[in-house]
């Protein structure tokens, strides 16, 4: 069998492609989900498809952090987005609830309750290898290496370098499972995941945290370089007619900058460092890409979507040279931003923490009421 598996005339067929980024956030992938899920409304009704539809059919590669990795995977292998809501909603004080987890700190490293639902979810057997015939889509999920202090981005791409077959510590034997939870170990919540990449060499055993400590938390622009730079061997074309960039939050909660003392600066200070690698990974895909959708950077960059010299949006007929075309769908999780979305009975405070599983249905209102107001199929150009 090809090393494509099933999936070798869609990958080996030159043709435009687009990508879907994921960000990390804990619980709040629940706002992810709710934007995943108008976008796939939207696509299907436009595609003229019926409930077999996947967003697997329409992105061509998946890529995701933390939280993101869990929705990200779950996409790779075709689950619908109702599916993985359904997953967070039932799942998710078991996987992101603070207190609960430090309640059942013993059976964390005993039975490893969130390693067992990644398990049941996607499989014990699914490893990363294209050819087993599990995914309908390209899949990178980022890791944070603790014993080698580096970012490892992972990919089923049966060409890249570390999927050489001949190699005994090649990616592509890593299980799903595994991985996912790799990606989600953050610290203080979650264990670190120790993962075996050869058995018969010790030294290729490795920690893993959380991806989302490391620079890719937004890992857009990462992907955009995975999917074109001659090192991951797949060489996409680039273009804004060729590659498609689809990038999602989990909501931007910046700090309010009020630190009234040394313990609480330092208990915000992950969370600031977070929100403001997610909005660098954000400019460097507006600067590179042409952006159709985005809410203002801030006050001197703006929203950075190209305009003619009077002001106006300029239409896709006239062409940027830009790599791709990207959009940029997230939530403001400030009050200003709830109450902009006339969720005037939400409070900031419960929705912007990472593990706030007591508001998930707040966090769904939210997800919702902002997907209504972002997603259009009119940022997407020719790619629709």
């Known amino acids: 069998m090809s090393k494509w598996g099933p999936l070798e005339e869609r990958y080996t067929t030159r043709r435009s492609r687009k990508i879907l980024a994921l960000d990390g956030g804990g619980i709040r992938g629940v706002i992810t989900l709710q934007f995943l899920a108008e976008l796939e409304t939207k696509l299907k009704e436009k595609l003229g498809r019926g409930d077999d539809f996947r967003l697997s059919d ?111 510590d090649r990616n592509s034997k890593i299980k799903l499972f595994q991985l996912v939870r790799a990606s989600t170990a953050a610290p203080v919540y979650f264990p670190p995941e120790t993962l075996q990449w050869d058995p018969d060499d010790p030294s290729k055993t490795f920690v893993f945290v959380d991806g989302g400590v490391t620079p890719y938390n937004n890992p857009a622009f990462l992907l955009y370089r995975m999917a074109t730079q001659p090192a991951y061997n797949l060489n996409w074309e680039t273009g804004e007619d060729k590659l498609l960039i689809t990038s999602v939050g989990t909501g931007a909660a910046p700090s309010t900058g009020e630190y ?100 998930i249905g707040e966090l769904q209102e939210v997800g919702k009421a902002a997907a209504a107001r972002q997603v259009s199929l009119d940022h997407f150009g020719s790619f629709v």
């Open 58 to 168: 329409f992105y061509d590669y998946f890529g995701g952090t933390s939280t993101g990795a869990i929705i990200a995977a779950g996409l790779s292998i075709g689950m619908r987005v109702q599916e993985l809501l359904d997953f967070y909603t039932s799942k998710g004080k078991d996987m992101f609830d603070k207190n609960f987890l430090f309640k059942q700190w013993k059976a964390l490293y005993e039975s490893g309750p969130l390693l067992e639902m990644l398990k049941q979810t996607f499989g014990g057997e699914t490893d990363m290898d294209m050819a087993n015939g599990k995914f309908r889509s390209l899949l990178t999920v980022v890791t944070m290496n603790r014993s080698t202090d580096s970012p490892w981005p992972i990919s089923n791409n049966p060409d890249a370098h570390y999927n050489d077959p001949a190699r005994p």
């Open 260 to 359: 009234h003392n040394l313990v609480g600066s330092l208990k915000g200070l992950p969370s600031n460092l977070m929100y403001a690698m997610q909005v660098d990974q954000d400019i460097n895909c507006r600067t590179v890409g042409r952006c159709s959708f985005g809410a203002p950077i801030d006050k001197e960059l703006h929203d950075m979507i190209p305009m003619d010299k009077d002001g106006h949006l300029l239409p896709f007929s006239q062409p940027t040279d830009r790599h791709f075309l990207y959009m940029r769908y997230n939530a403001d999780l400030s009050q200003e931003g709830l109450n902009k979305l006339e969720l005037y009975n939400i409070s900031a405070d419960h929705v912007s923490e990472m593990d706030s599983v007591k508001y």
